[in-house]
């Protein structure tokens, strides 16, 4: 099972763990959050945009490539989109494994590629006004 989405929403770990496949021995989370500093600069805020349809083509080609290079069972990617403030969550990934080196390594694999190839920009806000694009 592979599920990709990309919204503004949170979504329940509480139900994604409830669905866990019966041939798994291991569930890994990675919840990415807001950072309130980044290089020495307060963020006040945070605001992710995407280029959804070509977003949720590269999620799910990342999500299936993780799901064969570990031999998952299952596994959940979300990206949030909007105004996020330091401490929120912005993104979730959920991986399903018989073992728990699979999961983490498949969660580690997932984020660093969404980070290098999915076009989801984020712009950082300063309590000054200011702004940046990252």
Do not use: N, Q
Not at 39 to 61: H, I, N, P, Q, W
Not at 78 to 93: A, Q
């Amino acid at each position: 099972m592979i599920h990709v989405s990309i919204g503004k929403r949170k979504i329940s770990l509480e139900k994604i763990i409830a669905k866990s496949p019966e041939t798994s021995g291991a569930c890994a989370i990675f919840i990415g959050v807001v950072r309130g500093r980044e290089k020495g600069k307060t963020v006040s805020t945070l605001e992710y945009t995407d280029y959804r349809e070509m977003a949720l083509v590269e999620l799910r080609k990342i999500a299936v490539h993780a799901a064969e290079k570990y031999a998952l069972d299952a596994l959940y990617v979300h990206h949030r989109i909007g105004k996020f403030k330091p401490g929120e969550p912005t993104v979730y990934i959920v991986a399903f494994a018989p073992h728990r080196d699979a999961a983490f390594d498949a969660c580690k694999y997932v984020i660093e590629m969404i980070k290098k190839t999915v076009p989801i920009w984020k712009k950082e806000y300063r309590p000054d006004g200011s702004a940046e694009w990252k």
